[in-house]
């Protein structure tokens, strides 16, 4: 079965500075991932997503994660963090058509 | 107007209560999702469908059914509301395609059972 974890339930950033969120799988197939962001009181979005092909995905709103199958790691990052930037991330991988989500991170972010 | 809506945006209810929460989507995509969420846990998956004749639990379907009345049209029903079933509910769509399903959400349903 699929399975994700996320590392760190809290993170404080500074804004400007780097925003590194960390997932790890578990997957008996070629896993489909992906990063969605929730902000307060809304629904969540999704931030990117690996399929196959390239390891390094690009994301919206300046974000990007690495595949990495050697660490079975997906981790999220933003080179300079923004005050925009603070919600709640999930981390999540495909299983035959639904979805298995991380317990989530709360990003928050200082000036 | 939004792709995925959900009614009620909050409820609160009493222990024993029966409630329904809607979702209709205009999306046109087959397949549609209920999950809830728990502070620390994440989302988990209550039922899903991937077409109107389709209705399968997922992984907490205990305390929950759901009906599909229309490709556009899902609801998850309460039968009799228990305090630990208050939470965060978010409806959810996706269409299969060649590469991967991506799913769309709702803005969620709070729900609060006294």
């Known amino acids: 079965a699929q399975s994700v974890t996320q590392l760190g339930s809290h993170v404080s950033v500074s804004e400007g500075a780097l925003v590194l969120l960390r997932c790890n799988y578990s997957?008996?197939?070629?896993?489909?991932l992906f990063w969605y962001v929730q902000y307060p009181n809304q629904g969540l979005q999704l931030l990117l997503k690996?399929?196959?092909?390239?390891?390094l995905v690009k994301g919206i709103n300046g974000f990007e994660a690495e595949f990495k199958k050697s660490e079975t790691s997906f981790h999220l990052t933003k080179p300079s963090a923004h005050m925009s930037d603070a919600a709640e991330y999930f981390c999540?991988?495909?299983?035959?058509?639904?979805?298995?989500f991380g317990a989530g991170t709360q990003v928050v972010v200082t000036p | 107007d939004a792709d995925v809506t959900q009614t009620p945006r909050n409820r609160i209810t009493k222990t024993g209560k029966r409630i329904m929460l809607e979702c209709s989507q205009t999306?046109?995509?087959?397949?549609m999702y209920w999950y809830r969420q728990d502070p620390g846990l994440g989302l988990r998956l209550i039922y899903y469908?991937?077409?109107?004749?389709?209705?399968n639990k997922g992984e907490i379907s205990d305390g929950y059914s759901v009906s599909r009345q229309a490709q556009a049209k899902f609801s998850l029903s309460l039968e009799s509301a228990i305090p630990n079933q208050t939470a965060l509910y978010f409806c959810?769509?996706?269409?299969?395609?060649?590469?991967?399903?991506?799913?769309?959400f709702g803005p969620g349903t709070r729900l609060t059972v006294l």
């Open positions: 997957s008996s197939v070629p896993p489909y």
């Open positions: 690996y399929t196959t092909g390239a390891t």
């Open positions: 999306k046109g995509h087959d397949r």
């Open positions: 959810a769509t996706s269409v299969p395609s060649k590469d991967v399903i991506t799913q769309y």
């Open positions: 999540a991988v495909d299983s035959w058509g639904k979805l298995q």
């Open positions: 469908s991937f077409d109107v004749k389709d209705i």
